[in-house]
């Protein structure tokens, strides 16, 4: 048997007809940005994430850094992010000219480590950037009760996290703003690059349109130095027929997930932890493994798609060599980096698919 680590055809032929719909009556109306499409999208969205205001623009990088810049972080100042993501969210705070701060996870969730935060803020210090990783809800209250304490912005990162959930309350409804990105691969993914950002401040997402549109509050009159970061109505139309959908799809993952986490049973395998307060979404899977290549080998050997979240951490990437940071610095983030394997997880797996793996990995020694 084969399976691979993502696909989409499960999802893109159940909603064969909606998408080319879509496709038809924006091709129909002739108006590619700034329509009737984008508007629809944008009140849904935010009603789905229990927030006032959502401002589509062009990606998930341009979600975090454009309210970042509406808030005024900006050179000199500093912005705290977990030592353990992907790239775009320390890029986003370079992107307005600020400095990223590393702080370590919890080795169980992979998330931020509350603990940890109060160490690293400096009077430099703007806000603080939680990303709920692979889906799985950060601690957020205190978090935001370190925020409140220290007057920072809160944004959250929630590029893996539509529709999770944090003690009953949606992820992206705690922060000052909160960014989601709408990639293929993501729970709600775009035919293309999309993102969004959501919050509850109105002044706030009134700046952060016209910051994705050139600066500009009506045409011709820029009162920023804006930049060109627009969700396009094709975008906003696919994305508007997939979103009523996302709950039944996010729980269909929950149920692959349960079947890993009941099913795998090799003391060389440490399963994901999920806490009390987290209702996640499974974006992605991840095990660690200390025999992480080995094992990667033998499921790949088996027909099993994998990958890796991610084999190298930020603070040794050559992009940010500046920093002066070096291996040893961060080391739980290390140890996730060098032991963290993501097994398949998409909407459509076969209980057989999913049996498959779990039946692969248990026989690995």
């Given amino acids: 048997m084969k399976v691979p680590f993502v696909s989409f055809l499960p999802m893109e032929r159940e909603l064969d007809k909606e998408l080319r719909s879509a496709f038809e009556r924006v091709f129909a109306r002739s108006w590619y940005i700034e329509g009737a499409e984008d508007k629809a999208f944008e009140e849904a969205f935010a009603r789905f994430c229990h927030t006032e205001y959502c401002v589509g623009v062009g990606n998930g990088l341009d979600a975090l850094m454009l309210p970042m810049k509406a808030l005024g972080i900006t050179k000199g100042d500093e912005v705290i992010v977990p030592s353990n993501t992907y790239i775009a969210t320390a890029l986003a705070v370079t992107y307005v000219g600020a400095t990223p701060t590393f702080v370590e996870p919890d080795i169980w969730t992979f998330n931020i480590d509350p603990v940890k935060i109060e160490a690293a803020i400096t009077e430099k210090t703007k806000a603080i950037m939680p990303v709920h990783l692979y889906g799985q809800p950060c601690d957020m209250d205190p978090i935001m009760e370190i925020a409140k304490k220290h007057r920072l912005y809160v944004i959250e990162d929630c590029a893996q996290a539509h529709g999770a959930t944090y003690k009953g309350r949606v992820i992206g409804s705690f922060g000052d703003a909160s960014g989601f990105s709408f990639y293929p691969g993501k729970n709600l993914g775009a035919l293309g690059d999309a993102g969004a950002t959501v919050t509850n401040d109105k002044a706030l997402a009134d700046k952060v349109r016209a910051l994705g549109n050139y600066g500009s509050d009506y045409k011709y009159h820029h009162i920023y130095q804006g930049n060109n970061s627009r969700l396009d109505e094709m975008q906003a139309a696919f994305l508007s027929a997939k979103l009523p959908h996302l709950e039944r799809m996010n729980a269909e993952r929950r149920r692959i997930a349960q079947m890993y986490l009941e099913g795998i049973q090799n003391p060389e395998i440490i399963l994901p932890y999920v806490p009390d307060y987290a209702v996640p ?56 980096s060098r032991t963290e394997l993501s097994l398949p997880m998409y909407y459509g797996m076969t209980v057989a698919e999913v049996q498959y793996v779990i039946n692969c990995i248990n026989s690995f020694h």
């Fill in 281 to 336: 979404v499974w974006h992605i899977f991840g095990i660690r493994c200390h025999r992480r290549e080995e094992l990667e080998k033998y499921l790949n050997e088996n027909g099993i798609g994998t990958n890796k979240h991610y084999p190298i951490p930020m603070h040794m990437q050559d992009c940010y060599r500046d920093l002066g940071y070096k291996e040893g610095d961060f080391p739980i983030a290390e140890e996730i």
